[in-house]
Structure formats: C-alpha cells, structure tokens
C-alpha cells in the first residue's frame, strides 16, 4: 500500500498554514474515499514545534522556519532508513521553498528508491517584489539556482494560477516545462469555515487583509482614510489577531482592498468575498485572472506617488462598490471562484495518479 508523505508548512495564526495542518489531511482523505483509492495512506512528516511567533511583515520566522524544516527532514530520512519509506511512495512539499526537495531526491537516486516528488509553489525569488526577491536584489545567482534545481528535482511542480507558473517560468527558465500544473490550492474547506458570515451585520468596515509589508502598499488605503469616515478602514494585520477575531473583520467588510505589487493568488480577498464584501483590487498580477471586470486599472496603484493623482478616481470607484454591494451576489460569485482557484479537486488528481 503507498504513502502520500506530507510536508506541511508551520502554523502560523495569521496565515493560513494553521488551517492547513487541520484541513489538507481531512481532504486528502476524503478524495481517496470518494474515489475509492483506498489503497492509499496520508501521511503527515512529524516536525519540531515553533512558538508561532512572525516578525513585523513577515510571512515565516525565517530562523525557526530552518529548525522545523530541518526536523521534517531528519524524521523522513530515519524512516528511509528503516525502510517504511517504500517504492511507489510519494512525497509532497506544501511548500516548494524547502531544502528537502533536494535532500529527498538525493536519497532516492542513490538508494533506488522509486520515490515521486511533488512540490508547491507559493513564492520565491523569481517575484521581484516578493520579500526574498527584493532582498537578494544584488544576487539571485544563488537563489535561482536553487529555485531551479527544485523544479527540476520535482516529478511534478504545482502553481495556483495561470499567472504564476508564466512568472515562474519566464524567469527561471527550466530545462524542462512539462512538470508544470496549474491546479488551484486546496482550500475548498473555506466556505463552511466562513459560513453565512457574509449574512452578518453590520457591513461597516473597509479591510486592508494583507502583510503590512512595502510589496503591499499598504498607505495607499492610509492615504484614502480620510475620505471614508463612515467607515473603519482597518488594516487587519496591523495588530495580532486570533483566527476567530479576523474572521469576525471579513464578516464586517463591505470592502476588501488591495494595491499589492506582488500576489500570486489572493487568499484574503477570496475568504472577505466569501463573507460578501467587494474585492477592490488592481488589473494585474492574479488579480486579473481571477477577478477580472472587478478590477481598478493597474496604472492607479503603481506606486505610493503614482496613486496620489489617482485619490478621486479612486474614491469614486470605492463609493461606488459600497452603494452596489451585495452581500448574497459576492458570496455567489465567490463560491464560483472558488470551484477553480480554492479547490484542491486538481491537485489530488494529479498526487494519487496511476
């Protein structure tokens, strides 16, 4: 009987990775059901435990991300080791950015060990405004190296949007493009965790969901503050939140609102248009892909300076979407999306394949 070995992210209360360690193996398992593919077994890699604790604007604790990455691996290699790791076994890394990949492929090419690796991808160099791609600006030599001897030590490389695996692509140009799959990410758990939120009252907060991080733009909304008086603009991760109080927030949200320069799917937008609120976001990115005829112009939020001249055009269409809203309608349009894009149907077709 094979094994479907997980490596999970760690949980962190603000992102979604919490949900994850909880929700992935339940889906998992309930696919296999569906499909009547019991001869499978989910298996979740052991890991050390972290205190939960994020940097201001960061999405890992990029010390204690190495500690329990590290862990997952020592864990995995004892059970190469004894053997329970078997052939026809598959390993996937809920995160692409691990050092394990390399590690997992290096063990199975010289014990012969017929092993499939499958790898998701969140983030990386590769993305100029993403974190480690501002950071490592001087240098990616190194990390575009590693990015892509990842992608090619993977048998199967997974992208939520149409929009990143191009990115992906057009940058690091692997040798190969084959392994590539657009399959959404698995979080069709979504609409019964934010069930009926989108009936709540009142609808009075315009919600800022992201990292208050510089690829963000978070002070364009600032910016726009004043002009929204009847309203609480709040930016949701400006404080430390429980899971239960942020979602209390999008339950709040007539508006949800971004000027993100860097986004490859859009988690927070999805979960406040689960609770009704409308997505204001730009015509780029996967934003375009996804939300389409939603969308502002991208020229509007091109930078902090950019936006100024912008401010009217962008009260009015902020004014706007909060006189048409909808609750019911954006929550309809949502569960839509969803079905493409926070579904993981596509992924666990392509992990259990023959």
Request: charged letters at 20%; aromatic letters at 12%; a positive charge.
């Given at each position: 009987?094979?094994?479907?070995?997980?490596?999970?992210?760690?949980?962190?209360?603000?992102?979604?990775?919490?949900?994850?360690?909880?929700?992935?193996?339940q889906?998992?398992?309930d696919?296999?059901q569906?499909?009547?593919?019991?001869?499978?077994?989910?298996?979740?890699?052991?890991s050390?435990?972290t205190?939960?604790?994020l940097?201001k604007g960061a999405?890992?604790?990029?010390?204690?991300?190495?500690v329990?990455?590290?862990?997952?691996v020592s864990?995995f290699?004892?059970?190469?080791?004894?053997?329970?790791?078997?052939?026809?076994?598959?390993?996937l890394?809920?995160?692409?950015w691990?050092?394990?990949?390399?590690?997992?492929?290096?063990?199975?090419?010289?014990?012969?060990?017929?092993?499939?690796?499958?790898v998701?991808w969140?983030?990386?160099?590769y993305?100029?405004n993403d974190?480690l791609?501002?950071?490592?600006?001087?240098?990616?030599?190194?990390?575009?190296?590693f990015?892509?001897s990842v992608?090619?030590?993977?048998?199967?490389?997974?992208?939520?949007?149409?929009?990143?695996?191009?990115?992906?692509l057009?940058e690091?140009k692997?040798y190969t493009k084959r392994?590539?799959r657009?399959v959404?990410w698995?979080?069709?758990?979504?609409?019964?965790?934010?069930?009926?939120?989108?009936?709540?009252?009142?609808?009075?907060?315009?919600l800022?969901?992201?990292?208050?991080?510089?690829?963000?733009?978070?002070?364009?909304?600032?910016?726009l503050?004043p002009?929204?008086?009847s309203?609480?603009?709040?930016?949701?991760?400006?404080?430390?939140?429980?899971?239960?109080?942020?979602h209390?927030l999008?339950?709040?949200s007539?508006?949800?609102?971004s000027?993100s320069?860097q986004?490859?799917?859009g988690i927070?937008t999805?979960e406040?248009m689960?609770c009704?609120a409308?997505?204001?976001?730009?015509?780029?990115?996967?934003?375009?892909?996804i939300?389409?005829?939603?969308?502002?112009?991208?020229?509007?939020?091109?930078?902090?300076e950019?936006?100024k001249?912008?401010?009217?055009?962008?009260?009015?269409?902020?004014?706007?979407a909060?006189?048409?809203?909808s609750p019911?309608?954006m929550?309809?349009?949502?569960?839509?999306?969803?079905?493409?894009?926070?579904?993981?149907?596509?992924?666990?077709?392509?992990?259990?394949?023959?």
């Amino acid at each position: 009987m094979p094994s479907l070995w997980i490596f999970d992210i760690e949980p962190h209360e603000q992102r979604y990775t919490s949900e994850w360690q909880t929700y992935l193996p339940q889906q998992l398992n309930d696919y296999l059901q569906k499909k009547n593919l019991r001869s499978w077994n989910v298996k979740v890699v052991p890991s050390a435990p972290t205190s939960g604790k994020l940097p201001k604007g960061a999405f890992l604790n990029f010390a204690e991300t190495n500690v329990y990455k590290s862990s997952q691996v020592s864990a995995f290699a004892a059970e190469v080791q004894n053997g329970v790791v078997k052939n026809g076994d598959r390993v996937l890394f809920t995160d692409a950015w691990h050092p394990g990949v390399i590690q997992c492929k290096y063990m199975a090419s010289l014990l012969h060990l017929d092993v499939k690796i499958d790898v998701m991808w969140h983030a990386g160099s590769y993305d100029a405004n993403d974190l480690l791609g501002q950071r490592n600006k001087p240098n990616k030599a190194w990390s575009y190296a590693f990015e892509k001897s990842v992608f090619e030590a993977a048998d199967r490389n997974y992208f939520a949007t149409e929009y990143h695996k191009k990115l992906f692509l057009s940058e690091i140009k692997p040798y190969t493009k084959r392994s590539a799959r657009v399959v959404g990410w698995p979080m069709e758990y979504l609409p019964d965790l934010l069930k009926d939120r989108y009936k709540s009252t009142p609808k009075d907060v315009i919600l800022f969901p992201h990292r208050m991080s510089v690829e963000k733009q978070p002070q364009i909304l600032r910016d726009l503050t004043p002009y929204f008086a009847s309203h609480n603009v709040i930016f949701a991760q400006s404080m430390k939140r429980s899971k239960a109080e942020y979602h209390d927030l999008l339950a709040r949200s007539v508006i949800c609102f971004s000027a993100s320069k860097q986004e490859t799917l859009g988690i927070g937008t999805y979960e406040a248009m689960l609770c009704g609120a409308v997505p204001i976001v730009p015509d780029k990115l996967s934003y375009t892909e996804i939300y389409g005829k939603l969308c502002y112009p991208a020229s509007w939020a091109q930078n902090i300076e950019k936006a100024k001249p912008h401010t009217h055009q962008f009260v009015k269409f902020i004014q706007q979407a909060i006189g048409q809203n909808s609750p019911t309608d954006m929550h309809k349009t949502a569960l839509k999306i969803g079905k493409i894009y926070f579904s993981g149907g596509a992924l666990y077709a392509e992990l259990f394949r023959r």
